[in-house]
């Protein structure tokens, strides 16, 4: 049944844009719904959503099949099995009855249906809209106006809008502060945007190993080994390698498990309470992780990782032979023989989508989220704050200023004076459809440098660690070399279709971020190096980065954080 103009202007009248926009939660806009109908009603139909006097809502199809038997017995299904979809796809905050609504109906022409938006008050009613696809996730979801002539003096300035930037303005702004949050590019534009998303609170164990620097004329040969260095650019990391020599020494390699230990016990609690005040927490998934291993030798060879775990109190169980493989994951090669399961780590459903909850509630609360070009950045002391000079001949003065700006962090340090052996090891992934799959949990095949994880977007088959600097076009023969790899341990699963990414993951040779403030001005705070950590360790860094600002007892120890440590190394 076709929806009228004539009906559609009757609805119109009943709801203000200003409720419209009030009530569009998901994705998709209800103002963009709202112009399609006006535009096109012949392709909006109306079908019974049994959800009558709902606001109004908007859900992506695409959802579960619910299978068949009674009302209650489909809604409990969804809500057992099911209830992940919602909290990703939809974005759904009050509930799964409306989600539930819109999948029991169905569309009465499906090869049309691309979404549902509920209407409030109207006949109980919803409308099936057949026209334009759902959106895709995009680097442009949260574009970043550019700050005004009135907004060049601030009270907290925050350099970075990645996720542990994102985490550190809103606890910031929760104790009192007025901040400016500013980036070059966008919101988790960079490295936290092809982060696996994992809350990786079990590892404690720092990428410098004893012995590791024997395999290094391996990283030098194989540019497409789990680890390499482009043979050019190693007389520019070998001071970051000798550092990172040094911390491989088996008491630094103790000390900095003991370190990441602490800072790992720190944010799970203050992750959680970061989750629950941007209205996240239905994006948590806590399904465990599950190591893979192609032989006892390989398993055994880890034992002293595990080990380390073990006596810091995590939790985990040794798997051997197939079946009990695939009672944890089903469909995988007959080549993996052993496991290791660890029920504490926990990943959240997309990085992006827990930015933009991040964003969206540092906005509403009165924070200020702008573009700031750091082509030239110098922080320069003067009596009225600090002032950093941006792109464009504009200059930004602010009471306090927190650099958080992920790989490009030490350009900033150095125009203090001060020389910060920070790298970047850059990242590859590839994003598979969906259906390439049926992941349970994360896995990560440590023999081969890679890690498979189920995100809302996609099938991500990311890792290997590339030193090449920031400026060296990216190479995705890599993400090809890793796609080949997960098809030949997960028993073929389909790997046409997907996307590439490269990333910068900021990392310091202790695998320890810089935490702290500069030498040259207590006013100017850094908090940056997390490597692959960021997710894991953003919402405690913002605790610690609030110690810091409001000039009170950290939650813990700075020592081992501080930027300056690898100046007098000893």
Same mark, same amino acid.
């Given at each position: 049944?076709?929806?009228?103009?004539?009906?559609? +202007?009757?609805?119109?009248?009943?709801?203000?844009?200003?409720?419209?926009?009030?009530?569009?939660?998901?994705?998709?806009?209800?103002?963009?719904?709202?112009?399609?109908?006006?535009?096109?009603?012949?392709?909006?139909?109306?079908?019974?959503?049994?959800?009558?006097?709902?606001?109004?809502?908007?859900?992506?199809?695409?959802?579960?099949?619910?299978?068949?038997?009674?009302?209650?017995?489909?809604?409990? *299904?969804?809500?057992?099995?099911?209830?992940?979809?919602?909290?990703?796809?939809?974005?759904?905050?009050?509930?799964?009855?409306?989600?539930?609504?819109?999948?029991?109906?169905? =569309?009465?022409?499906?090869?049309?249906?691309?979404?549902? /938006?509920?209407?409030?008050?109207?006949?109980?009613?919803?409308?099936?809209?057949?026209?334009?696809?759902?959106?895709?996730?995009?680097?442009?979801?949260?574009?970043?106006?550019?700050?005004?002539?009135?907004?060049?003096?601030?009270?907290?300035?925050?350099?970075?809008?990645?996720?542990?930037?994102?985490? /550190?303005?809103?606890?910031?702004?929760?104790?009192?502060?007025?901040?400016?949050?500013?980036?070059?590019?966008?919101?988790?534009?960079?490295?936290?945007?092809?982060?696996?998303?994992?809350?990786?609170?079990?590892?404690?164990?720092?990428?410098?190993?004893?012995?590791?620097?024997?395999?290094?004329?391996?990283?030098?040969?194989?540019?497409?080994?789990?680890?390499?260095?482009?043979?050019?650019?190693?007389? *520019?990391?070998?001071? $970051?390698?000798?550092?990172?020599?040094?911390?491989?020494?088996?008491?630094?390699?103790?000390?900095?498990?003991?370190?990441?230990?602490?800072?790992?016990?720190?944010?799970?609690?203050?992750?959680?309470?970061?989750?629950?005040?941007?209205?996240?927490?239905?994006?948590?998934?806590?399904?465990?992780?599950?190591?893979?291993?192609?032989?006892?030798?390989?398993?055994?060879?880890?034992?002293?990782?595990?080990?380390?775990?073990?006596?810091?109190?995590?939790?985990?169980?040794?798997?051997?032979?197939?079946?009990?493989?695939?009672?944890?994951?089903?469909?995988?090669?007959?080549?993996?023989?052993?496991?290791?399961?660890?029920?504490? $780590?926990?990943?959240?459903?997309?990085?992006?989508?827990?930015?933009?909850?991040?964003?969206?509630?540092?906005?509403?609360?009165?924070?200020?989220?702008?573009?700031?070009?750091?082509?030239?950045?110098?922080?320069?002391?003067?009596?009225?704050?600090?002032?950093?000079?941006?792109?464009?001949?504009?200059?930004?003065?602010?009471?306090?200023?927190?650099?958080?700006?992920?790989? $490009?962090?030490?350009?900033?340090?150095?125009?203090?004076?001060?020389?910060?052996?920070?790298?970047?090891?850059?990242?590859?992934?590839?994003?598979?459809?969906?259906?390439?799959?049926?992941?349970?949990?994360?896995? =990560?095949?440590?023999?081969?440098?890679?890690?498979? +994880?189920?995100?809302?977007?996609?099938?991500?088959?990311?890792?290997?660690?590339?030193?090449?600097?920031?400026?060296?076009?990216?190479?995705?023969?890599?993400?090809?070399?890793?796609?080949?790899?997960?098809?030949?341990?997960?028993?073929?699963?389909?790997?046409?279709?997907?996307?590439? $990414?490269?990333?910068?993951?900021?990392?310091?040779?202790?695998?320890?971020?810089?935490?702290?403030?500069?030498?040259?001005?207590?006013?100017?705070?850094?908090?940056?190096?997390?490597?692959?950590?960021?997710?894991?360790?953003?919402?405690?860094?913002?605790?610690?980065?609030?110690? /810091?600002?409001?000039? *009170?007892?950290?939650?813990?120890?700075?020592?081992?954080? *501080?930027?300056?440590?690898?100046?007098?190394?000893?």
């Amino acid at each position: 049944m076709a929806l009228q103009r004539s009906d559609y +202007t009757d609805y119109a009248r009943q709801v203000s844009d200003w409720e419209l926009q009030r009530h569009s939660t998901a994705f998709w806009g209800s103002r963009n719904a709202l112009s399609m109908t006006r535009t096109a009603p012949a392709q909006t139909r109306f079908i019974d959503s049994r959800t009558g006097g709902e606001s109004t809502r908007c859900v992506i199809s695409g959802g579960p099949d619910l299978g068949g038997g009674a009302l209650l017995e489909r809604r409990q *299904r969804f809500r057992d099995e099911h209830d992940a979809w919602r909290k990703a796809s939809v974005c759904e905050p009050r509930g799964s009855d409306v989600v539930v609504g819109a999948l029991l109906c169905a =569309p009465l022409d499906a090869s049309n249906a691309c979404g549902v /938006i509920f209407f409030r008050n109207f006949s109980s009613r919803c409308f099936e809209l057949a026209a334009a696809a759902p959106p895709q996730i995009t680097a442009e979801d949260l574009p970043l106006p550019a700050l005004a002539a009135d907004e060049l003096a601030c009270d907290v300035l925050v350099i970075g809008a990645g996720i542990v930037g994102l985490a /550190i303005a809103m606890r910031l702004q929760q104790e009192g502060r007025r901040v400016t949050l500013i980036d070059r590019t966008g919101v988790a534009a960079e490295a936290s945007r092809g982060n696996a998303g994992a809350f990786a609170f079990t590892d404690i164990l720092p990428l410098a190993s004893p012995g590791m620097l024997r395999r290094a004329p391996c990283w030098l040969l194989d540019s497409l080994g789990p680890l390499s260095i482009a043979p050019a650019y190693l007389p *520019r990391i070998a001071p $970051w390698l000798f550092h990172f020599w040094r911390a491989s020494f088996p008491e630094r390699v103790k000390a900095s498990a003991a370190v990441q230990a602490a800072l790992m016990n720190l944010s799970i609690g203050e992750t959680d309470a970061l989750l629950a005040a941007a209205g996240a927490t239905d994006m948590l998934r806590s399904d465990g992780v599950l190591h893979l291993y192609e032989s006892e030798a390989e398993l055994a060879a880890s034992q002293p990782g595990w080990q380390a775990r073990a006596d810091h109190g995590i939790a985990f169980t040794h798997l051997h032979g197939a079946q009990a493989i695939a009672e944890l994951q089903p469909g995988l090669s007959p080549a993996l023989v052993a496991a290791t399961f660890l029920p504490a $780590w926990k990943t959240i459903a997309d990085t992006l989508l827990l930015a933009q909850a991040l964003v969206r509630r540092f906005v509403a609360l009165g924070g200020r989220l702008r573009r700031g070009e750091a082509l030239a950045l110098a922080l320069e002391p003067s009596a009225g704050g600090i002032v950093v000079p941006l792109g464009g001949s504009r200059r930004i003065t602010a009471q306090q200023v927190v650099v958080a700006a992920g790989a $490009w962090s030490h350009r900033l340090a150095r125009t203090l004076g001060e020389r910060i052996p920070l790298e970047t090891e850059r990242g590859y992934n590839a994003t598979l459809p969906v259906a390439a799959f049926d992941l349970k949990r994360q896995l =990560p095949f440590g023999g081969q440098g890679f890690v498979v +994880t189920p995100l809302v977007r996609g099938v991500q088959v990311g890792g290997a660690v590339e030193f090449t600097g920031l400026d060296a076009p990216p190479n995705f023969e890599r993400a090809a070399v890793l796609l080949a790899k997960a098809k030949a341990l997960h028993a073929g699963p389909a790997t046409a279709g997907g996307t590439q $990414w490269m990333g910068f993951r900021p990392c310091l040779p202790d695998s320890l971020p810089a935490i702290g403030a500069t030498a040259r001005d207590a006013r100017v705070a850094y908090a940056f190096g997390h490597g692959q950590l960021g997710l894991t360790q953003a919402a405690a860094t913002a605790r610690l980065m609030a110690d /810091i600002v409001f000039a *009170r007892p950290s939650a813990l120890d700075l020592t081992p954080f *501080r930027p300056r440590r690898f100046t007098h190394a000893t």
